[in-house]
């Protein structure tokens, strides 16, 4: 019986998808704005330098933005607003450290945004430790270890990027320890009905790597992190596994979150990490942070 998936952090963010759009516009509209207003002239000053190293990181964080959307079909994530907030503040710094050049308003709307900027960078610089904090000196799962595998998007049958780097470690973990068990987590997207399971998807994936059949446990129905982890403590109980280590694979961002739902199970779990693509690491590592601070 398939189970979709209707209350997911990605369907969710569908209705924040014009938010997201708007604060990026909105960020690039003030930031060139800033910039252009601070634009140095004459000798060079302090004021020079300041001002090309916020133009360098205006364009860079932009640029991560646009790439992010680049690869991921002109979806936009939540993930990319705290992106746009801190580009716009770095923009906003030149003209909020000048006393002359522009006019009242303009200069005090560059110090709010600067503001805004910096509190952002604070907050999530903060909580990004944290985050990594939870996996930095875990234990290597042992050899009749148990690996809870969370799900990600499936598009075309196939795992998204971001889960198959969940799943080439969770291979690597597997292949040669035969005493190792995988439970596979992640039920059917409603957005995305004809799809197979997140948790079928990835079997499958890790059969064309080798991965014996006998070592995989399927976990069809969750919605959300949550879910994962209740959905999955119940196969692992089913399966008579509950005395064994309990470890749980997921990228580095989501590790925190993961852990969090299975201690308010009663359950402690070995966090073993997956390396986020680099290419949308910042806008996923922000998107988990928002989701974190949402209480999600």
Request: proline share 5%.
């Amino acid at each position: 019986m398939r189970h979709a998936r209707d209350s997911t952090l990605e369907g969710s963010e569908r209705h924040w998808r014009g938010a997201a759009y708007a604060v990026c516009a909105a960020s690039l509209a003030l930031g060139i704005t800033f910039l252009a207003c601070a634009f140095p002239t004459g000798a060079l000053r302090p004021s020079t330098y300041l001002w090309v190293a916020c133009t360098l990181a205006f364009a860079t964080t932009h640029a991560s933005n646009v790439t992010y959307l680049a690869r991921h079909s002109g979806r936009p994530t939540i993930g990319m607003m705290p992106v746009a907030v801190a580009s716009a503040g770095a923009a906003a710094a030149p003209l909020a450290a000048s006393a002359t050049g522009a006019a009242a308003p303009l200069r005090a709307c560059a110090i709010v945004t600067l503001a805004l900027g910096v509190a952002c960078v604070a907050v999530f610089g903060r909580l990004f430790a944290k985050m990594r904090a939870t996996y930095a000196n875990a234990p290597a799962p042992g050899e009749k270890s148990v690996l809870i595998v969370l799900g990600a998007a499936v598009r075309g049958g196939r795992p998204c990027q971001t889960l198959a780097r969940r799943l080439d470690v969770a291979a690597s973990l597997l292949l040669g320890h035969p005493d190792r068990v995988a439970v596979l987590s992640g039920g059917a997207s409603a957005a995305r009905p004809c799809e197979p399971t997140e948790a079928e998807a990835m079997a499958r994936y890790l059969r064309e790597l080798g991965v014996p059949e006998a070592q995989l446990l399927l976990e069809p129905r969750a919605a959300n992190t949550r879910q994962n982890m209740s959905f999955s403590l119940e196969v692992v109980r089913k399966a008579g596994l509950a005395k064994r280590q309990l470890c749980v694979v997921s990228n580095d961002y989501h590790l925190w979150r993961a852990l969090r739902c299975a201690r308010r199970q009663g359950v402690t779990l070995v966090p073993v990490a997956a390396r986020t693509p680099r290419v949308s690491a910042l806008q996923q590592w922000c998107r988990e942070a928002l989701t974190i601070l949402a209480g999600r």
